[in-house]
């Protein structure tokens, strides 16, 4: 059973950056499909960023609002994925959660409980 544990939220102005990682445990990473999402109040949880799993080679995939500001990367020596997040708006304030899949499609297996983060304008 994975575990996740996301780190890294924070209240920050608009324009600076965060870096939120995603821990696991009971798990490797490098074997897993891992995404960002992203939940505000009285919405859905919406797609931020993912990366899939190692081996021959992974890919990357971004929701158009973050693309160019947003990068997902994996440090599979520490087993943490990472979501660098630059250039922050006010419409980035959410609930921030990762994922895991043991498959390179469909949905996912395990979530974290999520990391505040807040921009303010």
């Known amino acids: 059973q994975v575990q996740l544990v996301e780190s890294g939220g924070g209240l920050v102005q608009a324009g600076d950056s965060l870096r939120l990682s995603c821990a696991a445990s009971g798990g490797t990473l490098s074997t897993y499909r891992m995404g960002w999402f992203r939940q505000t109040p009285g919405r859905e949880r919406e797609f931020v960023a993912r990366i899939t799993r190692s081996g021959s080679g992974s890919s990357t995939d971004y929701a158009d609002s973050v693309k160019g500001r947003f990068t997902i990367s994996r440090d599979n020596a520490k087993n943490i994925v990472y979501l660098q997040m630059n250039s922050l708006k006010s419409e980035d304030t959410a609930v921030y959660y990762c994922?895991?899949?043991?498959?390179?499609?469909?949905?996912?297996?395990?979530w974290g409980q999520g990391t505040q983060v807040t921009v303010s304008s």
């Open positions: 994922a895991a899949s043991i498959l390179n499609y469909g949905g996912y297996n395990y």
